[in-house]
C-alpha cells in the first residue's frame, strides 16, 4: 500500500481496481533495471582468475 499510494500516487480508486499484474508493472518503474548476466567471456575471465579451490572439503 505503502508503494501503490505513498510512492506511486495512486488513488485509492485506482490502486483498489488495479491487478496484481498491473500493479507489479507500474511498481517496476521504482526498481533498477534488470540486466542479464555475464557475457561467456566475462564468466570465463572470472572463472580463470577465482577458479574452484581443488581438494577444499568445506566448500
Known sequence: MAVGLGLL???????????PREFE???SILAPAQTHGPSRQALDALM???PDRQGDQHG
Open 25 to 27: 508493472r507500474a511498481a
Open 9 to 19: 500516487r495512486l488513488s485509492p480508486q485506482a490502486f483498489w481496481s488495479m491487478t
Open 48 to 50: 580463470l582468475n577465482y
